[in-house]
């Protein structure tokens, strides 16, 4: 077997493999007397099928594979041992005059070389690099955010700040039945969102109605006051 390569400009070679019988022959030969054996041919005992009459019928086929199969793995061999970077696939050039009868084969592969070209990094501005250290804090919120996402839930009885509730919207006009499921801590931000517009009196009710836990609804109740008296300063 010969490998030759010729280039024809900066970006494009040509790979020419030529193959000569001696490299495929054994293993054509074996596999040859693989199918002798296993040739199941009436009028002869299986395992007893000439020679001839094997090769006769299965012969160019299987030489045929096996020089494909020789050619795919030169040419890789090839690309790796000389280490050329080529963008795509190899390109098999066409040959209308081929002969499968010839003494030796000649394949032409067109390749496209990858360009060669040198990346000033330089930064034209200086760039801060912050190291972040993770501290115990972060690492522990970090957990009980795992904690939150892949644990495992189960009811309670009084619901505290982080508790998750279920709720169903129903709109039978709609045909609306949906059930979602939130965090109260959600759902107080957003009673807190409320209170520039509605009545805090009402806001309040509906977080004691929604609250079990007693201390955790006068902690709100005076932080929705302190919001109240900011926002009618602003006014």
Known sequence: MNITKQNSDALNAVVKIEIVAEDYQAKVSGL?????????????????VPMGMIKKQYGKSIMIDEVNKLIQASLNKYLTDEKLEILGNPIPRMQEDFNWEAEVFSFEFELGLAPKFDVNLNAKKEVTQYNIIATEE??????????A???????TEVATATSNVTGTFVNQEKEIDNAMLFQILHILLLLLLLTIVFHPLLLTISLRNLLVNQTLYFQLSILLQRLIIVDLLVD
């Open 149 to 155: 996402r892949y644990g495992t839930e189960s009811p």
């Open 138 to 147: 972060l690492i522990d919120k970090e957990v009980e955010n795992i904690q």
């Open 32 to 48: 040859l007397e693989d199918y002798r054996k296993k040739a199941d041919i009436p009028g002869f005992r299986k395992g007893h």
